[in-house]
């Protein structure tokens, strides 16, 4: 017995389609093409800033502790 087998997915389907909705299922794929693109993204813009903290810490040397 299959797990895939077509008639599960049928059930399944249908299973989706009286929790959410017709409308919901519409926007679901769209929704979340958007949200992989954003999280993409956010990892690619955070990677330079890290990069340039550590630039700017490693250039300037470390504070003596009481100095001020």
């Given at each position: 017995?299959?797990?895939?087998?077509?008639?599960?997915?049928?059930?399944?389907l249908?299973?989706?389609?009286?929790?959410f909705?017709?409308?919901?299922?519409?926007?679901?794929?769209?929704d979340?093409?958007a949200?992989?693109?954003?999280?993409?993204?956010?990892?690619?813009?955070?990677?330079?800033?890290?990069d340039?903290?550590?630039?700017?810490?490693?250039?300037t040397?470390?504070?003596e502790?009481?100095?001020?």
């Amino acid at each position: 017995m299959d797990i895939f087998a077509p008639r599960h997915l049928l059930i399944i389907l249908l299973i989706a389609l009286v929790v959410f909705g017709g409308k919901k299922l519409r926007t679901l794929g769209p929704d979340l093409g958007a949200a992989i693109r954003g999280f993409k993204k956010a990892m690619n813009d955070e990677a330079p800033a890290e990069d340039m903290r550590q630039l700017t810490s490693a250039s300037t040397p470390p504070k003596e502790p009481g100095a001020t």
